[in-house]
């Protein structure tokens, strides 16, 4: 559904739900205006069977166009309100889907007909016309819930409009129509169908979907971790194999696309491909009754575990977290996710015997952004006792393959056992504030594909022995070392990495990289997406004994696709060094105050550029530059002195 898709703001709705809903209600009026008369049904057949799909009389199109301009007129009043609409839209929006279900179902059922039918425009005026007493249905369901929202806010409608024809008089409350309408779907035929649906998936497909319900309802979640939960269990071969089980469920519309939290959601559409889901609240309902039925997911508190092949950590312990809740597993457990517990001990059973286990995500899975963090900063903070006991895994979880620690407190360093991990895929130890030191046994897994250390502040460097790790594709935050020491990777052993396609380094304060370091990047064949985040913005002098960062020289890679940049220390671009090749270039703080000289246009088909206070450029030279930039596909925000002929132009938000 496209509101999911675009920014979090009522502009959105009206833009991307309310206008396309209106024109396929014009597209509808189309076809009823343009259907001959047909016969009534036969004298004793069932109305509704198939083999009167076709069937329908001149009363009930009649009522089909009067009910049909009275959505359409709704839909405007309800596209009018929402122009005064800000942040409860996001709690809104959802109300919508049960609308574009029976609407577009309305119009599959008649190009069907159009498609199998010998009159050129045939018209199922009875199924029609039901379709839409439940679009005018979700319609009223909408308006209730704006006006117990916003009292104040006129909807054009009465207490005592008819809901139909002839039907009775609506005057019950927005909560009670909201909860019955969506009660009335969720026990409707809409979930027989869904039922069989799911019933109908290829098994792993089936297995992919009843993962979602492990999530709460409305919980947005990043594609990422579908796909590195349904590679660790073998629900898909590769990372390119679970994307396409992604799209088909998006396309069966198990999930619907959604952007990312907060500010950043102004953004999600200059990228195209889908980064997050959601789940319809009905779907998740059927996913959750089937996955449970069957013994794939236990959705219980931590007493309710104790048997799980996959054990969903729900609660947090009583107590106001201070209080963690013993948990216990089975042995043939396969994943452990961690999904509300904001305080973990780990004690001697967690995790002996545990040879089945696939999925350890212990850490946090919701995205919050910088606004977020700053506002409840302890609501991505997991905090997790006896880490001591993290050595067991070596010996006893030989078969896990994802490990995720992300946002957890405590970790100071990884015990030399996790090189015992050999089928380990992805580890994720995004925000590990207290991590210190990697440890030796990192170096020793061979079957590494995707390694995240971004955030993780107190790291000065990771293990010699990373180059090893041929399978290596994605490597997040990997710290640029002090030249002298010999105990440390730097980037020059990493071109021995053949499959690394993203590559996130920090320079931090304390770097002492070596003059031509970051030339080594050129040999980086297959690296597609580079970022490159600078802890430090000082001029450093020679006396110092490190090198000053414009004397530093750069190279990018071959192939290189996306360049992010943040805190970037260099005011001319230009001087640094050429993008050519990049299609999105995202800069992000720093001293950047121009592009250069230079008359050549650059490559760049997606361009972000964010709180840059220094940057100067006229639009005609962004327009020299820039030659195949859109301004759907340009975002700069914060950036005072970047003068525009039309803000438009160039898609300021």
Not at 374 to 385: G, R, Y
Not at 442 to 466: A, F, W
């Amino acid at each position: 559904m496209s509101a999911h898709q675009g920014n979090s703001t009522s502009c959105t709705v009206e833009e991307e739900i309310l206008a396309p809903l209106l024109a396929r209600l014009t597209t509808m009026s189309t076809l009823i205006e343009s259907s001959a008369a047909l016969p009534p049904p036969p004298p004793n057949g069932p109305a509704t069977t198939h083999n009167n799909a076709g069937a329908g009389d001149d009363g009930t199109k009649v009522q089909a166009r009067e009910l049909l301009a009275k959505v359409r007129r709704e839909v405007v009043q309800l596209q009018a309100v929402f122009r005064r609409i800000d942040d409860a839209e996001k709690r809104i929006r959802y109300s919508f889907d049960p609308l574009e279900h029976h609407l577009d179902d309305a119009l599959q059922l008649q190009l069907q007909l159009q498609l199998d039918g010998d009159d050129p425009h045939p018209l199922d005026a009875l199924r029609i016309h039901t379709s839409l007493l439940d679009v005018h249905a979700c319609v009223e369901a909408i308006k209730a819930a704006i006006r117990d929202t916003y009292n104040d806010l006129p909807c054009g409608v009465t207490a005592g409009d008819p809901v139909v024809a002839g039907g009775p008089p609506t005057q019950l409350t927005a909560g009670v129509v909201m909860t019955e309408k969506m009660s009335d779907v969720r026990r409707g035929p809409q979930m027989s169908h869904l039922s069989i649906a799911v019933a109908g998936l290829v098994e792993r497909l089936r297995s992919c979907a009843l993962c979602l319900a492990a999530f709460p309802e409305g919980a947005v979640v990043k594609k990422r971790l579908l796909l590195h939960w349904w590679m660790a269990e073998g629900f898909v071969r590769s990372a390119d194999d679970g994307k396409s089980r992604f799209d088909e469920l998006v396309a069966r519309g198990f999930i619907i696309p959604a952007a990312g939290p907060g500010p950043t959601t102004a953004a999600a559409p200059l990228c195209g491909t889908v980064h997050r889901c959601t789940v319809r609240l009905w779907m998740r309902d059927l996913l959750a009754g089937v996955a449970k039925r069957k013994g794939f997911l236990e959705l219980g508190n931590a007493g309710d575990v104790a048997f799980a092949r996959r054990a969903c950590l729900r609660g947090g312990g009583g107590g106001g977290g201070k209080h963690p809740a013993v948990v216990g597993f089975s042995a043939g457990v396969r994943a452990i996710y961690n999904i509300g517990h904001k305080y973990v001990e780990l004690d001697e059973k967690w995790f002996p015997g545990k040879g089945d286990l696939r999925v350890l995500q212990l850490g946090q899975w919701r995205k919050f952004t910088t606004r977020d963090q700053i506002a409840n900063p302890m609501d991505s903070h997991i905090e997790v006792s006896g880490v001591d006991r993290l050595r067991d895994m070596g010996r006893s979880c030989k078969n896990l393959r994802y490990m995720s620690f992300r946002g957890i407190s405590r970790i100071e360093s990884l015990p030399d056992s996790i090189g015992k991990l050999q089928e380990l895929q992805v580890l994720d130890l995004r925000a590990c504030h207290n991590l210190e030191h990697l440890g030796k046994g990192i170096t020793k897994l061979d079957r590494l594909e995707y390694l995240d250390l971004s955030e993780c502040h107190l790291l000065v460097g990771v293990p010699k022995g990373l180059g090893q790790l041929t399978r290596l594709q994605i490597l997040k935050g990997f710290v640029v070392a002090n030249s002298n020491s010999r105990d440390l990777c730097h980037l020059n052993e990493l071109t021995k990495l053949d499959k690394l396609r993203k590559l996130g380094v920090v320079i931090g304060k304390m770097a002492m990289p070596n003059d031509d370091e970051f030339i080594k990047l050129a040999q980086f064949k297959a690296l597609e997406s580079l970022k490159i985040s600078w802890g430090v913005l000082n001029n450093l002098s020679a006396k110092s004994g490190r090198p000053c960062m414009e004397t530093i020289k750069y190279a990018l890679p071959p192939n290189l696709k996306k360049l992010e940049l943040h805190c970037f220390p260099f005011a001319d671009f230009e001087q640094w060094v050429q993008p050519t090749g990049v299609r999105k270039l995202y800069i992000r703080g720093g001293r950047l105050t121009t592009f250069g000289d230079g008359k050549e246009g650059w490559e760049a088909e997606v361009l972000r550029l964010r709180f840059l206070s220094d940057l100067r450029c006229d639009f005609d030279r962004f327009q020299r530059l820039f030659t195949k930039l859109k301004p759907e596909n340009t975002e700069i925000h914060e950036c005072p002195n970047f003068i525009h002929r039309l803000s438009d132009d160039v898609g300021e938000k």
